[in-house]
């Protein structure tokens, strides 16, 4: 049995993830970001939008994930936990899991992310509803 296996990420943009760190504490994510700055030494990185639409930045804590080969301007699929009680009070990805997205069709796969989550939500509404019914 596999009782140590962590959990399965939740895909989530680099926005939303800013916007409810604090709520998302130790919690699994699979987030696709731009990767900005990367320092080598203290193992950490920082990550930002895609699309340049928010200027704000993400840390990345890149410990689990070396040797990273970090290109500043590419594209990264990050797995990891995030962690908002951070030692500067900033939340950080704590990444356990990367790869290299270059080419992806970014905007493709927002769209698809949301008709995935649609059709989820749709789900939902119907077993709620079927539920009442028996």
């Not at 962590?6 to 916007?19: C, F, G, N, T, Y």
């Not at 699979?30 to 928010?54: E, F, G, P």
Request: hydrophobic content about 40%; proline content about 3%; some cysteine.
């Amino acid at each position: 049995m596999a009782w140590n296996l962590p959990e399965s990420a939740e895909i989530m943009k680099l926005q939303e993830v800013i916007d409810s760190a604090s709520q998302l504490n130790g919690k699994a994510v699979r987030l696709i970001a731009k990767l900005d700055t990367y320092d080598c030494v203290k193992q950490r990185a920082t990550l930002c939008s895609i699309d340049r639409q928010h200027n704000q930045r993400f840390l990345l804590d890149t410990r689990f994930i070396e040797p990273f080969h970090a290109r500043p301007g590419s594209v990264f699929q990050f797995i990891g936990e995030l962690d908002s009680a951070s030692s500067n009070n900033q939340p950080v990805l704590r990444a356990r899991v990367v790869r290299c997205v270059d080419g992806m069709d970014v905007a493709m796969y927002n769209k698809a992310l949301d008709a995935q989550r649609k059709f989820f939500k749709s789900r939902e509404t119907t077993d709620a509803v079927g539920s009442m019914q028996t």
